[in-house]
């Protein structure tokens, strides 16, 4: 969990996790961008990046060390 690696990791999943919460709060009201309420969307998109870094934080440990991921993924054989 104190890996470069490991932050990367889990700064990617949580801006992954805000922009996908905000496409769907955008594309579930069938709104304009005008029409938006943009500190809402802002805030609910927030929150899901907020507990996507918890959840990452919890599943340390669990796999790889340097990897937010519950799943432990094997290094392919070399040549491969």
Not at 48 to 58: D, E, K, M, R
């Given at each position: 969990m104190f890996t470069k690696s490991f932050w990367s990791q889990t700064l990617e999943r949580a801006l992954k996790t805000f922009a996908q919460a905000a496409v769907a709060l955008l594309s579930g009201d069938g709104l304009g961008l005008v029409n938006v309420?943009?500190?809402t969307t802002a805030s609910v998109a927030g929150l899901?990046?907020?507990?996507?870094?918890?959840?990452?934080?919890?599943s340390a440990g669990v796999g790889r060390s340097d990897s937010p991921s519950l799943v432990a993924v094997e290094s392919a054989p070399a040549g491969r």
């Open positions: 309420d943009w500190g899901a990046a907020l507990i996507s870094i918890l959840s990452s934080v919890a």
